[in-house]
């Protein structure tokens, strides 16, 4: 499954998005040095200037207090020239993450985990949706994966991909089975799946003889190793399912494409609810 080429594709709707809207601003707020965190920060600020997008990358030393990070992200939810807000997470231990999150303008929350977000796709009224469950979803729609009556095993249950793919999974009416680091017998649930998402961030955690034979795998893990970057899958499993993406070259560049489609979104957001404000 090419994210790589599907995600041109999503860049090229974008971009042409953002000549119809006019001016777009995507800030990003990293706390500390951790340098994977900064290696994230520079392709999302790469990504959005290809696509016209105007990015203010705001940096803050690793002893940030909460009250000064709370008040730089209320200032740009004041800003008008800043349409979507992404803090880098995670952030250094002393902060409150989701007392942070909880601080984002919902309505400029590119990266969809604020209560009235989450809220909000809970109930199957999605609005701002995490970036990678978008891509996800596109990735499956682009192969043909057939949802309605599928079963999606779904392994890790994070706020950013898990739970929220888990939602829009359901939402396709797959019957959806949630499986995490406490889950009895792994292997007995994941040759069931049609559908295999493995978020775990460990690296080679499904191997082959776990995949079930034509199914289709997201391999959603980005795991540094002495070999290079990895998945959660093993790649032999590509020799038994049906589709599979790789790592890397998958979900990856799907993740920045729909967070750049998020950005307008919110843009498209801010500007109905300003205009209903205005009459």
Known sequence: MDGKALAE?????????????????LATVL?????????YIRRKHE??????????????PASTTQEALEARVAELNADPSVHGILVQLPLPAQLDEEAVIDTIDPLKDVDGLHPSNAGRLYLGR??????????????????DIELDGATAVVIGRSNIVG??????????????????????????????ADVLVVAAGHAALVTADMVRHGSAVIDV????????LV????????????????????????????????????????RTAFEFRST
């Open 9 to 25: 594709r999503v860049r090229a709707e974008v971009r042409a998005e953002v000549e119809q809207l006019g001016e777009l601003g």
């Open 31 to 39: 706390v500390g040095d951790d340098a994977a965190s900064e290696i």
């Open 47 to 60: 990504a959005a200037n290809e696509v016209g997008i105007e990015s203010l990358d705001i940096r803050l």
């Open 126 to 143: 999605p609005r701002l949706v995490p970036a990678t469950p978008i891509g996800i979803m596109a990735l499956l729609a682009r192969y």
């Open 163 to 192: 739970k929220p793919v888990a939602q829009l999974l359901q939402q396709q009416h797959a019957t959806v089975i949630m499986c995490h680091s406490h889950t009895r017998d792994l292997e007995r649930e994941t040759l069931d």
């Open 221 to 228: 893990g980005m795991n540094r190793t002495d070999a290079g």
């Open 231 to 270: 998945g959660d899958v093993d790649p032999v499993a590509m020799e038994v399912a049906g589709h599979m993406t790789p790592v890397p070259g998958g979900v990856g560049p799907m993740t920045i494409a729909c967070l750049l489609r998020n950005t307008v979104q919110a843009a498209r957001l801010q």
